[in-house]
């Protein structure tokens, strides 16, 4: 019989018995994909998508760190492809009579970053049943938004907000913050989107590339390559002020991907995030200052589930598991390379306008790559309502 002898296996017993499994709201397949999608037959002619934390997750742990719900706003009446020929979605159900096809072209100095090129107008022939293209309306401009004129239209149709009443909304990054009318629930990041149901050649190699450990495994790759990919309205850091720029988002492929884990892998995963946003994100830091966020702790997630074994996450207390990523998470922010996951030679690291807040950083993660002070550290901090039960 094993007898639990340190603090963090005791910890890290205690984390893992009271996080209970959930009913998964998502699988990878199309059909589970469209339930996903709710569409808004009325002006905004629109789809939402639920993803991020609300999508990703299936445990119910001791304490939740998600606050908000992502979702994708995505026009029905406009679609992307890979190269000069307009490509349909498997599932044409829900898209408008017309639809405008903007083709993506890649910035090739900033990998993942691209512009849309109008292309032409797809039109629904009922006689025929089909769609037919035509080429020749205003081709060639580049696709801009206007975000803010976006989401108040956003909310008035879907009765949010009353007309003459604007709630406070802050940008960061391509999401619109914005509360919802109730204080008791969670805010929502909207992101203004066109779908790609296509595969895009910024990440063509992430289909083919070996993988030892078998994950994701072959059937996961098929069906995220199947439900392509959406561009959301972004600038790099470096072209602020390029107001064509857009960048490839892969949420739902995300999605798939985080579903398919196992309950340790979400869990280390939320562990990672609670205690990150406590000790490692800076709260109301501006863009030019961001250091660390929630999609790098994805990031480095995604890469140690594809690159380690499936036994390594049984071997070690969940605890153990966390100080190996913070021991990752340190040699990235040494290095100043964070690689995207989809993306490889796209660099998510970014340095902050100041060099203090990026050594404070790296400070914090090294103070706690010592598994008894993370350890001593949920306990003080996660398990607190059940600190009588814990005695060191």
């Known amino acids: 019989m094993h007898v639990i002898k340190s603090n963090e296996e005791m910890t890290s017993f205690f ?26 037959n009325s002006i905004s002619k629109q789809r939402v998508i639920v993803c991020g934390s609300q999508a990703e997750f299936y445990i119910r742990p001791l304490n939740t760190c998600i606050t908000d719900i992502d979702v994708l706003f995505s026009p029905t009446d ?25 083709e993506i072209e890649s910035y090739y100095a900033f990998p993942g970053f691209v512009r849309l090129r109008f292309l032409g107008e797809m039109k629904y022939n009922w006689k025929h049943k089909k769609y ?16 803010t004129r976006n989401l108040h239209l956003y909310l008035e149709v879907n009765n949010r907000l009353p007309s003459k009443n604007k709630l406070p909304r802050v940008t960061s990054g391509p999401a619109i913050k914005t509360p919802y009318d109730s204080a008791s629930s969670p ?5 203004i989107c066109v779908f790609c ?15 030892n450990n078998k994950w994701p495994t072959n059937d996961t790759i098929s069906e995220v390559v ?44 939320h562990l990672l995030r609670f205690f990150s946003k406590r ?64 993306i490889p030679e796209a660099n998510l690291f970014h340095h902050s306008s100041t060099s203090t807040l990026l050594h404070q950083t790296e400070s914090r993660v090294n103070d706690f790559r010592n598994c008894d002070i993370l350890s001593r550290w949920f306990v003080e901090n996660y398990c607190q309502s059940f600190e009588h039960d814990f005695s060191f």
Request: hydrophobic share 35%.
């Open 15 to 40: 984390i893992m018995g009271t996080c209970q499994l959930l009913s998964k709201s998502f699988s990878p397949s199309h059909d589970d994909m469209n339930s996903l999608l709710m569409s808004h």
């Open 78 to 102: 406009e679609l992307a492809c890979i190269g000069n020929i307009p490509v349909l979605p498997s599932d044409i159900s829900g898209l408008s009579d017309t639809i405008g096809f903007f």
């Open 132 to 147: 037919k293209l035509d080429r020749k309306v205003n081709l060639g401009f580049y696709k801009t938004i206007d975000r």
């Open 187 to 191: 805010e929502s990041d909207v992101v």
């Open 197 to 211: 149901p296509q595969w895009p050649r910024d990440a063509q190699t992430w289909p083919l590339r070996p993988r």
């Open 226 to 269: 199947r439900n392509g990919c959406h561009v959301v309205y972004a600038q790099h850091r470096a072209c602020r002020d390029d107001f064509l720029q857009w960048r490839l988002s892969f949420s739902v492929a995300e999605v798939i991907l985080l579903q398919s884990w196992t309950k340790t892998q979400q869990l280390v995963y």
């Open 279 to 342: 000790e490692l994100i800076k709260r109301n830091c501006s863009k030019e200052d961001e250091v660390l966020c929630p999609y790098h702790l994805k990031t480095l997630m995604l890469w140690t589930c594809e690159e380690m074994p499936p036994e390594w996450w049984n071997s070690s207390p969940v605890i153990a598991i966390c100080c190996e990523l913070l021991n990752i998470l340190s040699d990235w922010l040494k290095r100043r390379h964070f690689p995207n996951y989809f």
